[in-house]
């Protein structure tokens, strides 16, 4: 079973835009992890955030963490045609076991 | 630092058949994951491990399943009497193990796609 929920399941942007996605999840977590998937691949990592960070960044990403809501977002700015992917977000509960992955976001970005 | 690579790329069976997929992690990388994902849907767990020890089984990975890990190296997937419902991407990943507490990022491979027929 997959323990976190993309929404939206599918986002159309243009580029240069803003791209938000949200992950919502069920049981208590300790780290909260970023991946990018594009047709045919395997998944890239893209940022980790720990259970006690509110808020992280790296280049155009930025990630917010809420524990007392159980979600995350994952924002990218300024949106390129390269950022066409699915984007999913995966949780950990320790260091000893698997991280348990959502649904996705299918993101399209049009030039 | 070549990634983790999976062998064979695609695998078309018959339904009955037994497939055996390779995974080859980095090579520094103690643990191994392999993952199941079906289109449009995100990765499901099927199993661990942390050198040659499998440390963690999904209900997933029904007897038909067998993965082993001799040596601490590179792992294989094998499915016996595949079924159409076993079509779908298998995934390898890999991680090293640090001090922290939070689970590493892992390193994936492009998969295995399976299609039974």
């Known amino acids: 079973s997959q323990q976190g929920e993309e929404d939206p399941q599918a986002l159309s942007i243009q580029e240069g835009e803003n791209a938000t996605m949200n992950c919502s999840y069920k049981?208590?977590?300790?780290?909260l992890q970023w991946y990018r998937q594009n047709s045919g691949r395997g998944l890239v990592h893209l940022i980790l955030i720990r259970s006690n960070e509110r808020e992280k960044h790296s280049g155009r990403l930025r990630v917010t963490l809420d524990t007392s809501k159980k979600s995350s977002s994952l924002l990218i700015t300024a949106s390129r045609a390269a950022d066409t992917a699915s984007y999913f977000c995966a949780t950990g509960r320790n260091a000893g076991n698997m991280l348990t992955f959502g649904g996705g976001t299918r993101l399209m970005v049009k030039p | 630092d070549t990634g983790v690579s999976q062998d064979p790329r695609h695998k078309i069976t018959k339904r009955g058949q037994n497939v055996t997929f390779r995974c080859d992690p980095i090579s520094e990388h103690n643990r191994l994951y392999w993952y199941r994902q079906t289109l449009g849907q995100g990765p499901e767990f099927l199993t661990y491990?942390?050198?040659?020890?499998?440390?963690?089984k999904s209900r997933l990975l029904s007897d038909r399943f067998s993965a082993e890990r001799p040596k601490g190296s590179f792992s294989t997937l094998e499915i016996q009497r595949t079924e159409q419902g076993d079509s779908a991407m298998y995934l390898c990943a890999s991680s090293s193990r640090t001090g922290s507490s939070y689970n590493s990022p892992l390193h994936f491979g492009n998969g295995t796609r399976l299609t039974v027929t």
């Open positions: 491990f942390q050198n040659e020890a499998q440390l963690e």
């Open positions: 049981t208590s977590i300790n780290n």
